[in-house]
């Protein structure tokens, strides 16, 4: 084998002289081909992996521009720290106080301002309160002699560091003071471990928190002022985008399953609106934290400090509760066994008639909230979800004498809503099998519209509690009981 | 006014001059009585606020154990390094080197072993990629005249922060880099504004990364050596439970709805199970954390290095589907509107057949994660399931003659397996609303069926990715069919 290679490759040089590029293809032989090969697929997919990394980059930067301006602001902030420090003369240590301006700052810097608030005061208070104790531990240890001073430190660092960490184990500590009880045991253990006197310790300690304290303020500054992101109104938008995608999503949803003929233009829209639930059943550890954040944040735009984030968490309950429900729905869409055309009209416009009052309902919670405005139209259109459930509630009363009873009995008991339904073709009796989907269909529907008042009373509740503007006396509330009796024909 | 309490103050005094606790609380007058009753108030309200904290501690250091002895290692290892560093003699800077080792364990410490790994080399690699670059960044800066120094390391922090803070934006590096990004940035910054020159900042540098290196090895040390918390373990023992908790509320569920009279002992455990579901739903965040962190491990146990962590993120998404499910028909229980006697016991028999069942091949699930073994009765458990599934189908099938025929059609037309129900006792035709939250209950238990083959699904590739043990082959399984025929009778 090597021989023959090795003659190949005389026979290569002899023919091809003056071709490098050849002469070099024809020494590596098989082999080489092969690494060549494999150098091609090696490079092709480093290179299609960096084009697609990058793509993945272009689009969280042009999808959400504040997350490029944040970055911007974090470099803008270390800069001013960093060069602040630099320019000084007095500076000339590393291990110095800028080190802790310019940790502060990394440490302390959020995408959202109630995130940073909240670093912030809780790295300024946990360090003084552990500067503090540190302090005094300090001074005990200092005047219990040599032989003890090592075991007090000792046993006090476990004792604190100790029931702090397991302080960081209980939820309400956890969500609002984590950073702060890691802070406590770090600055805690710094100040005890270190060899100095107290009255050094005091100096050092008045340095290292005014340094914070030019950090925690660059911060806040810096957050606050060039395109703030609020936690609050993150997770007021987050709602409502939530709410309106649960609208679409049961719209789309209840179209697609009573939709007679497939139209694939819309298809690919239409599916993308029917997964809007899934953002909904996903968001609630945003939502968690967003409020634990909001809490944090002063008074900004319509949100005054004492709103009531909380109640945003009940309404997210809601809306989850809701979005389980589509889930449900949804999977009936995919059932291969379908109700006669005739049931299948008949109950059809009713459910789209259900689906389209509630999306109405929650399209109006949308701007409710949107304009943190109490709506003068919710209560009719919540009528209106009611009465359509109603309405479907009695054709789907009148539905057995269509599934079981003969053609005869089948027009004699079909009620006057069924009439524009075509006449039932076959006089088999449709085995209830045929119709469970549609049945279930139509049961998870009312449910649906039912968790929709739960979604209701929360908006309700979070409109008395954050103080919503009041509704303004509308002319037309006369014209309601007409519109209603007019659905009733 | 202040003339007559001067009077009655004066009264008191010579009428009671012996009390002194009488003779003050005179002094006080209304106002005092008030403040005491407030101050009773307070306290009251205080000491039972601090009662229920204190017992909220218990239950939690109680409930889960490991977390108290998770705070031991904290204190333990924090001693170490503390004392270790104490005891020095050449320590004597507070600012100096201890403080980098101290700082990384207060850091670095976290209850798992993945977490803690993974802060661990995170850390390490950050700070070594980060200061070399800082180095580089410093001797081009210093090569460049004293001018353009402040400017070069100004754009580089800029252009360097500004990039790893955009990257935690991306998913894939916030999963895992996070924390490395941070102290990249943390020491980018650091090196870059330090005044020194670069031999000096090497010779800083080595001392830095090698108390670096005594922090994280303790940790690492105290971490896996005394009782380690494995997220890898956590994990799997996450989901078996959670497949349980399925399994009991889905059984709870059922036999709640179908359940003839209240047995009130039963009720609170019953009603306790059912609400298992809840815990699946809310443990995406739990999963996900734990998955990434599981990835850091090492081989333990029965773990490998390699173990599939992702498959059980896709078997989380597969029992929250059926928590789906399980949550809407929970809300079937509650409806008012109950299905004729009859009806419910036929189709009674049936669902709590396909509930018992479905929860069998749930349990026989757990066994086969707990166990890591892959079962032998899986199949034939999904088969009594299927066929459980199909004698409710086949009873919901001649359910329709049972809804609306007069009762001489009714009996002609009853299936045997009807036989056991009640004879009909009115002739009036029960309406299907009667019937519609049992139709919908039936309808969901089939698609919880179906939902729980997906979790089957989910549990052997699993099983095949995981490389669980085969199953042993068993002598009884010649009598499956026999069994599956009993069932048929």
Known sequence: MAKEEASGKLEWRINVPDGTWKNLEAESGIVGKFWL?????????????????????????????????????????????????????????????????????????????????????????????????????????????????????????????????????????????????????????LVSVSGFRVVELIELAQQRLSTIAIGTSLCIFVTMLFCPV????????????????????????????????????????????????????????????????ARWEPTHGQFNFGHPWKQYLKLGVALRKCAYCIETLNSCIGSEIQAPPCIRENLGDKCLKVSCYSTKVLKELVITIKKMKKSSKIDFRVAEMNFAVKELRDALKSLPSHVIAPLSIATIE?????????????????????????????????????????????VEELA???????????????NQPTNVSTLKV
Not at 117 to 135: D, E, Y
């Open 37 to 189: 090969r494999l150098k091609c697929l090696i490079l092709g997919g480093l290179i299609s992996r960096v084009v697609g990394f990058w793509e993945k980059i272009w689009k969280i930067g042009v999808g959400e521009p504040r997350k490029v301006i944040h970055c911007i602001k974090v470099g803008v902030a270390l800069c001013i720290v960093s060069l602040f420090y630099y320019m000084r003369p007095l500076y000339d240590d590393f291990g110095g106080n800028a080190m802790w301006a310019v940790m502060t700052v990394v440490v302390v810097f959020e995408y959202t301002v109630g995130a940073t608030l909240s670093k912030c005061i809780n790295r300024a208070v946990a360090t003084f309160l552990a500067g503090a104790l540190g302090v005094g531990i300090h001074w005990v240890a200092d005047h219990s002699g040599n032989e003890m001073r090592p075991i007090i430190l000792g046993i006090s660092v476990f004792l604190f560091a100790s029931a702090a960490t397991f302080s960081r184990f209980i939820p309400s500590v956890k969500a609002r003071f984590d950073y702060g009880a890691m802070i406590f045991i770090l600055t805690f253990s």
């Open 230 to 293: 609020w936690a609050g109104c993150e997770l007021h938008r987050l709602i409502h985008q939530n709410i309106e995608k649960l609208a679409d999503s049961l719209d789309a949803c209840v179209v697609e399953y009573f939709k007679d003929s497939g139209n694939l233009s819309d298809q690919e829209d239409i599916n993308k609106k029917i997964q809007g639930y899934k953002c909904v059943l996903n968001s609630k550890a945003t939502e968690e934290s967003l409020s634990n954040f």
């Open 414 to 458: 079909q009620p006057p809503e069924a009439k524009t339904g075509e006449p039932i073709s076959n006089a088999n009796v449709p085995p209830i099998m045929k119709v469970l989907p549609l049945v279930t269909a139509v049961s998870l529907l009312i449910e649906i519209a039912a968790r929709i008042g739960g979604i209701v009373d929360a």
């Open 464 to 478: 008395s509690l954050a103080e919503f503007e009041p509704a303004k006396e509308q002319k037309p509330k006369q």
